[in-house]
Nanobody, 123 residues
Framework: QIRLVESGGDLVQPGGSLTLSCAAS????????IAWFRQVPGQEREAVSC????????WYQDSVKGRFTISRDRAKNMVFLQMDSLQPEDSAVYHC????????????????WGRGTLVTVSS
């Protein structure tokens, strides 16, 4: 079965760093776009970053540009989100998701979601 599982969320201080992992199973994720979303309860879900299939082009929301980096490990069938210079407004549940297409279409509905990992940025 197709599955995405996030890990790596933690409590960090402002200015700190975390690396989130998205482990894919049931399919070869390298051929498809994987996106990271975040959501705070009561607020709108926001697309944060995306990496395309095959060519591995990347996209970032303006609010995280220059601070976050998305990448893949083909052998491990995983996608990562390196988060630096974290700020309190980055606190959210972070989900990885895919709709099994090559291009990053973050405004479209995703077919497969992980259950999320919690990131809390606080002093």
């Amino acid at each position: 079965q197709i599955r995405l599982v996030e890990s790596g969320g933690d409590l960090v201080q402002p200015g700190g760093s975390l690396t989130l992992s998205c482990a894919a199973s049931g399919f070869t994720s390298e051929g498809y776009a994987i996106a990271w979303f975040r959501q705070v309860p009561g607020q709108e879900r926001e697309a944060v970053s995306c990496i395309t299939g095959a060519t591995h082009d990347t996209w970032y929301q303006d609010s995280v540009k220059g601070r976050f980096t998305i990448s893949r490990d083909r052998a491990k069938n995983m996608v990562f989100l390196q988060m630096d210079s974290l700020q309190p407004e980055d606190s959210a549940v972070y989900h990885c998701a895919t709709n099994l297409v090559r291009r990053c279409l973050v405004r479209e509905a995703m077919d497969y979601w992980g259950r999320g990992t919690l990131v809390t940025v606080s002093s």
